[in-house]
């Protein structure tokens, strides 16, 4: 794993870090490291592509929480809830709003996000533009915000099958409280 580049605060405490990650292994250590910021009542916006690993980050955080049952992507049931509260004392509910076209407020009531914004629990949300629409009447904010992208392969890289090729990702992590 490679730190591209680190941003402090004028109070000199870490605002925005960014990474290289060359396996979903190295994905665990970034887990790892969130996992220790993550207060009750934060909002986790996770942007980036589909399979940029947005869904093995909240696994893998999940895990660096403690989590040790089954986590599997909300692609179909919107939201899935973690009780962690015998661990940490909040909920994780991990949101995935792909499917969520953000035109209706009535998408907005069926996925119950609203009922969730109590201070006391953590939300992961992977898709958040989805959240556009709503989002002043909602005033959903981000408290930590974190970009997956990939990132080019050299032009030299050796072909492979691309099932069994890891392209490396770029991830930066923003905490903004
Ligand atoms: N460096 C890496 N970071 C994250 N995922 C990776 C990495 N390399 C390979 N992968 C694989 O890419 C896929 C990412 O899928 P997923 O996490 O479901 O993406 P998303 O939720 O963003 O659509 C997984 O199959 C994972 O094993
Ligand atoms: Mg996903």
């Given at each position: 794993m490679s730190k591209s580049h680190i941003k402090y605060s004028s109070?000199?405490?870490?605002?925005s870090e960014s990474f290289i990650l060359n396996s979903e292994e190295e994905m665990t250590l970034v887990a790892g490291q969130l996992a220790t910021k993550i207060q009750k009542g934060d909002i986790i916006f996770l942007h980036g592509n589909?399979?940029?690993g947005k869904t093995t980050l909240t696994r893998a955080l999940l895990r660096a929480l403690g989590f040790e049952g089954r986590v599997k992507s909300p692609?179909?049931?919107v939201m899935e809830p973690y009780d962690l509260t015998h661990l940490h004392g909040f909920f994780l509910y991990h949101y995935d709003l792909?499917?969520?076209?953000?035109?209706?407020?009535d998408e907005l009531e069926n996925i119950g996000i609203r009922d969730q914004l109590n201070q006391k629990d953590v939300l992961v949300i992977e898709w958040?533009?989805?959240?556009k629409s709503f989002r002043s009447f909602l005033?959903?904010?981000?408290?930590i915000e974190v970009f997956i992208d990939f990132c080019e392969l050299p032009q030299d890289a050796p072909q492979k099958n691309p099932a069994e090729m890891t392209v490396p990702r770029k991830i930066c992590l923003n905490i903004l409280k």
């Open positions: 109070e000199g405490r870490v605002m589909l399979g940029a692609t179909f049931t792909y499917r969520i076209s953000g035109e209706s407020p958040p533009e989805r959240l005033r959903l904010e981000p408290t």
